[in-house]
């Protein structure tokens, strides 16, 4: 059997609590927007100020390079002490 042919109305009446509901519903609605607005700005101020360009990079490889050939002078000095090489001589 159809509801409405049974002659069940509906009432279309909207309660003082419904407004409150929609309101508030709008206000939460425009916070998260804001929000939302608020992280993505952040995420691409920080994308912005970390992000490495050419230089930056030939840079980072020229310092590691450097970090790398030191430690492999002290390994090497380290195995020149250690075989006695340096002890001998002096």
Request: glycine content about 6%; cysteine-free.
């Amino acid at each position: 059997m159809i509801a409405w042919a049974s002659g069940l109305q509906f009432d279309w009446t909207i309660s003082f609590g419904n407004l409150v509901a929609g309101l508030l519903f709008l206000v939460a609605t425009l916070f998260a927007w804001r929000d939302l607005t608020w992280r993505v700005g952040n995420l691409e101020a920080w994308r912005k100020e970390h992000q490495i360009d050419a230089d930056a990079r030939d840079t980072l490889i020229q310092n590691s390079d450097k970090m790398l050939a030191r430690l492999n002078y002290l390994v090497e000095d380290k195995q020149r002490w250690l075989n006695g090489e340096d002890r001998r001589r002096k």
